[in-house]
């Protein structure tokens, strides 16, 4: 079981990790409305791939969960869970619940 | 945890054969190999773990992957060699033999590349060999679609190549001719000649060979060198 908190923290650790590696500055503000997909977001299609990677990487390391985030439900849902950070981080608690049980 | 020191390599089909011999040239070479079959092996070394999984099996490719990356820290490079074969005329393949050839030789290369290549964009580092056979483009009658599959294949790893090159991983496919296993063990002889009297240089291919291959892509200084098909035997 992972922790709202400990989930949230996670994803905004691996957006500044993408930003880090792209060699580009993160927003100045980062927060649970931060957008991640669709217009205004503040990462290209690629960089939400690395995200996603790095999300579950992280999730793996730290709680020894095995995620697919890009999971079949994920992919076929009408709202994308990847479009903000707090929609994202439900997403991962979510997931790592399905995977845990 | 900090990396392994060695490199690693992942190995699919690692229990005999091809995936065998290679998986033993590797761990001579000094990597850490971790190989999968769907059944038992008997490698006997100290830097071999093998994984009893099936390459089709999401979740189970996915758990092996899981494992490997919390022992390593790393995959530097993985082989896929996993492929299943059912040599019949096309009016005689059932469907579910078509489906399987699939999911084993598409598919189960997918995952095996998707979650590895998770790990090693990490580390900016990564080598991809799919392999392939020159039954695709020599046309081989009566092998429709195993060399269906293996067209996928081909293509798969060239686009991937593009997809994954900006983490410095890179992507290739190798096909070899016919080699001595227990895949073409069933195959008549007179159709086996007729294969090697076709190839430029007429002789059956070698697991050495296969490594000679592998050994170019795999080496750190082939970072240029991805979303290519190496052919044995002068086929293209």
Not at chain 1, 30 to 35: F, K
Not at chain 2, 62 to 69: E, I, N, W
Not at chain 2, 80 to 97: D, E, G, R, Y
Request: with cysteine; charged share 20%; hydrophobic share 45%.
């Amino acid at each position: 079981m992972i922790a709202r908190n400990e989930a949230y923290e996670i994803v905004i650790a691996s957006l500044k990790e993408v930003f880090e590696q792209v060699g580009e500055a993160p927003p100045a503000q980062i927060n649970e409305e931060t957008v991640l997909v669709g217009t205004d977001a503040v990462l290209d299609s690629l960089g939400v791939v690395q995200l996603i990677v790095e999300v579950e990487q992280r999730v793996e390391g730290a709680h020894s969960i095995s995620v697919t985030l890009a999971n079949d439900k994920a992919m076929s849902a009408r709202n994308s869970p990847f479009r903000t950070v707090g929609v994202l981080t439900d997403h991962v608690i979510a997931t790592a619940q399905e995977a845990a049980s | 945890m900090s990396p392994s020191e060695k490199p690693v390599m992942l190995v699919t089909g690692a229990r005999k054969g091809i995936g065998r011999f290679l998986s033993e040239h590797y761990l001579s070479k000094g990597y850490l190999v971790e190989g999968c079959s769907r059944g038992k092996a008997d490698i006997s070394d100290s830097n071999y773990r093998h994984h009893e999984v099936d390459v089709a099996d999401e979740k189970a490719v996915r758990g092996m992957v899981a494992d490997v990356t919390k022992r390593h820290g790393r995959i530097d490079a993985v082989l896929n060699n996993a492929a299943i074969a059912s040599m019949n005329h096309v009016l005689l393949t059932p469907a579910k033999s078509a489906n399987r050839m699939l999911e084993v030789n598409v598919t189960g290369t997918m995952l095996v590349c998707r979650d590895a290549a998770k790990v090693m964009m990490r580390r900016r580092y990564g080598r991809i060999v799919n392999f392939t056979t020159i039954v695709a483009p020599i046309a081989l009658a009566g092998e429709a679609m195993y060399a269906a599959s293996k067209s996928a294949v081909v293509t798969f790893t060239r686009i991937l190549a593009f997809e994954l090159g900006q983490w410095g991983i890179t992507c290739n496919s190798f096909g070899a001719t016919p080699i001595m296993t227990d895949m073409i063990k069933g195959v008549p002889q007179d159709k086996l000649d007729a294969v090697v009297n076709g190839l430029a240089i007429k002789r059956l291919g070698s697991p050495q060979d296969c490594a000679n291959v592998c050994d170019f892509f795999v080496s750190q200084a082939s970072d240029n060198i991805t979303g290519q098909v190496i052919y044995l035997g002068g086929i293209s």
